[in-house]
């Protein structure tokens, strides 16, 4: 649900594949304009540390890894 911030419908998010090519130049639409959006997910399949690095600088609400040989290592 979007929710309205100082003027702004804020856009809440969640990156299938954050660590791709698509998913990491989402996150830089998100880094230009951060007060109109809201991360909520962020998914994985074995890039496990870039999701690592996605989720310490943007601080979603969680993380998903698909593949489960990888759980482990995040």
């Not at 660590?19 to 007060?35: A, H, Y």
Request: proline letters at 3%.
């Amino acid at each position: 649900m979007d929710a309205i911030l100082k003027g702004y419908f804020v856009r809440t998010l969640t990156i299938l594949g954050s660590t791709g090519s698509i998913g990491t130049q989402t996150l830089d639409i998100l880094d230009r304009f951060p007060e109109e959006f809201q991360l909520n997910f962020l998914t994985a399949h074995t890039r496990i540390a870039d999701l690592e690095a996605q989720a310490l600088r943007y601080q979603p609400k969680g993380v998903a890894i698909s593949n489960e040989a990888c759980w482990k290592e995040f």
